[in-house]
Nanobody
Framework: QAQLVESGGGLVQAGGSLRLSCAAS????????MGWFRQTPGKEREFVAAIRWSVSSTLYADSMKDRFTISRNNAKNMVYLQMNSLKPEDTAVYYC???????????????WGQGTQVTVSS
């Protein structure tokens, strides 16, 4: 099992930027895919972006690909989500997840962090 810890959330004004970080440890060798998801109360968890550790491969939700960028640092076992031009509707808890499939489906990800709150004020 991989342990994932998110950081970098907070309060930002609309139009601003945040960079979320996810520190991965533990049994990460079997989890080639790292993903970011977000969730608001009463709604299902929503896919944001995913990236592979092993090769240059990323996947984005269409609605966010122009503003969000996922990246990784293999040497540090870190995955990042750069979020620009933030909107109030981006307000959510953002989760880091690990899995073996490049997919937008939350249930295909095996390990999850505790989440970090992002609040965008108008």
């Amino acid at each position: 099992q991989a342990q994932l810890v998110e950081s970098g959330g907070g309060l930002v004004q609309a139009g601003g930027s945040l960079r979320l970080s996810c520190a991965a440890s533990g049994r990460t060798f079997s989890r080639d895919v790292m993903g970011w998801f977000r969730q608001t109360p009463g709604k299902e968890r929503e896919f944001v972006a995913a990236i592979r550790w092993s090769v240059s491969s990323t996947l984005y939700a269409d609605s966010m690909k122009d503003r969000f960028t996922i990246s990784r640092n293999n040497a540090k076992n870190m995955v990042y989500l750069q979020m620009n031009s933030l909107k109030p509707e981006d307000t959510a808890v953002y989760y880091c997840a690990a899995g073996s499939m490049m997919t937008m489906t939350p249930r295909q990800f095996v390990d999850w962090g505790q989440g970090t709150q992002v609040t965008v004020s108008s």
